[in-house]
């Protein structure tokens, strides 16, 4: 799975830079989206390298932890950018940062915290390749949080010094005249779409009694269903499920079984 990180790398950039994309050369944030990508690969890279010191083993578990600190990265990144785009644009740069963590600092860190545990606690499992995978998970989510903190955030205020000396996005060393004379009229909010029309009316449907009570019912029907689904589950394990397809442990493994 490893040659997949490269190319979830690139996808992930190029939604990212999608997503903070704007038509105006000055106010367009793509070179921001981009940062956040390799704010998560710096996590990934370092929690990796640290490991690697420790000689925990690196298995074929280990290595579905890039696409989780993908995940996990970029919506600590997004949720920053965010509140940093809410804050009052005539104060500095620093001042809406110090706003911004103030804001959802509390949030990004129990969520950090949250997941932490989580895998902290995938470590007691006794099968050693989900023990491999939380020791190597929980030291690097705690990682990509400093590099919210340390590299994220301070490319937010680079980025915001650009605009401000009016460079265009993505080619820095160029600077341009911007087509608006403020960014609240390039982040103004999109028309509505039919999409949001649709939401709408779903939304004024879930209020309606007897759809609240369709609600309620069939969640019921889906928990009821569930608890019949868990206890019908038969608790089973096979290592060579773990094992990359074609490796010669599995035909060892099957040959030894007979």
């Known amino acids: 799975d490893i040659p997949l990180v490269p190319a979830v790398f690139i996808i992930m950039s ?75 644009k005539s104060k500095t740069p620093e001042d809406r940062i110090h706003e911004t963590i103030e804001e959802v600092g509390l949030s990004v860190t129990l969520t950090t915290i949250t997941s932490i545990v989580a895998f902290g606690l995938g470590c007691m499992s006794s099968i050693p390749a989900v023990y491999w995978l939380c020791l190597y998970a929980f030291p690097t989510i705690f990682i990509d949080f400093l590099y919210q903190l340390t590299f994220f955030v301070p490319v937010i205020i680079l980025d915001e010094r650009r605009v401000a000396e009016k460079r265009r996005d993505c080619f820095v060393c160029c600077t341009v005249q911007s087509r608006v004379d403020n960014v609240d009229e390039v982040e103004e ?47 089973e394990f096979d290592f060579t499920d773990v094992v990359p397809n074609g490796s010669y442990v599995t035909a060892f493994w099957d040959n030894f079984d007979l």
């Open 14 to 88: 190029i939604f990212t830079c999608i997503v903070f994309f704007r038509r105006d050369a000055v106010y367009s944030r793509s070179l921001l989206g981009f940062g956040a990508v390799v704010s998560v690969l710096l996590s990934i890279m370092t929690g990796y390298g640290l490991l690697f010191l420790c000689a925990v083993p690196f298995t074929s578990m280990t290595q579905i932890l890039p696409f989780i600190m993908f995940g996990i990265g970029l919506d600590d990144s997004f949720i920053v950018s965010g509140a940093y785009a809410r804050t009052d």
């Open 189 to 235: 909010e999109p028309q509505e779409s039919s999409f949001d029309r649709f939401m709408g009316w779903f939304a004024e449907q879930l209020f309606r009694p007897w759809m609240k009570l369709l609600v309620i019912v069939a969640f019921m029907g889906l928990l009821a269903g569930c608890a019949y689904s868990a206890s019908q589950l038969i608790q």
